[in-house]
């Protein structure tokens, strides 16, 4: 029962430098979303996507750009890190729009 | 869009007492108000939620309340355990075209001591 998958769980980026965030669910669900979270400001949503084939900025979008691969798959893409980029970052997924959001464990990434 | 305040953002209680954490909401279409425990190292973890046709909402020690014409609520943990001590998110989402799009709190770190 793995739920919201995601890798990787940690890693080192120099600034300049390029990564992709690979995030995967088995709950069959329809909405995907990715998630940054900074000490003392909580969960800001960067790129969602409601349904398979469709992607939406969120409140922090600047940087990065998301690809919904398939229903399951949705990967987060830093094309030139910054050291503003260095957070933890969640992908998450819902039954549907609106519905309960079911977090992965987070992936820990450092631009230096 | 929507504005989310999460009170007090720490939180420290002794064993066997109760834990309080507020929030307050901008947007008055918010219509779905769940709360998550994240504890070090994981992710956020939905513990209970509340739609905005509920007033209150309870789980064994845990208790949401909602109070739509403030666009406040809270949540309650009563007889708090140790294993309580966790960070305490709250969110509220919206509708319509803002559906799924969920404003997150700050955080409450509660800690309880044995």
């Known amino acids: 029962n793995a739920g919201v998958t995601q890798t990787p769980k940690f890693q080192v980026l120099k600034t300049g430098q390029s990564m992709t965030l690979q995030c995967a669910q088995d709950m069959n669900h329809n909405s995907m979303y990715w998630y940054r979270q900074d000490p003392g400001m909580g969960l800001r949503l960067i790129y969602y996507s409601a349904s398979e084939g469709t992607t939406d900025k969120g409140e922090v979008p600047n940087g990065y750009n998301v690809s919904r691969l398939n229903k399951r798959e949705f990967s987060l893409r830093l094309e030139s890190a910054a050291p503003s980029q260095t957070s933890v970052y969640f992908c998450?997924?819902?039954?549907?729009?609106?519905?309960?959001?079911?977090f992965g464990e987070g992936s820990w990434l450092t631009v230096v | 869009g929507e504005n989310v305040e999460q009170h007090p953002s720490t939180l420290s209680v002794q064993e066997g007492d109760s834990a309080v954490i507020k929030c307050t909401y901008s947007d008055s279409a918010s219509n779905y108000f769940p709360w998550y425990k994240q504890e070090l190292g994981k992710g956020p973890q939905l513990i209970i939620d509340?739609?905005?046709?509920?007033g209150e909402k309870k789980d064994q020690r845990i208790a949401v309340t909602l109070n739509k014409t403030a666009k406040h609520f809270s949540l309650h943990i009563t007889e708090t355990q140790p294993e309580d001590s966790a960070v305490y998110f709250c969110?509220?989402?919206?509708?319509?075209?803002?559906?799924?799009?969920?404003?997150f709190g700050d955080g409450t770190t509660l800690t309880v001591k044995p």
């Open positions: 509340i739609r905005s046709n509920v």
């Open positions: 998450a997924s819902s039954e549907t729009q609106g519905g309960t959001i079911y």
């Open positions: 969110a509220a989402q919206g509708a319509g075209t803002n559906a799924g799009k969920s404003t």
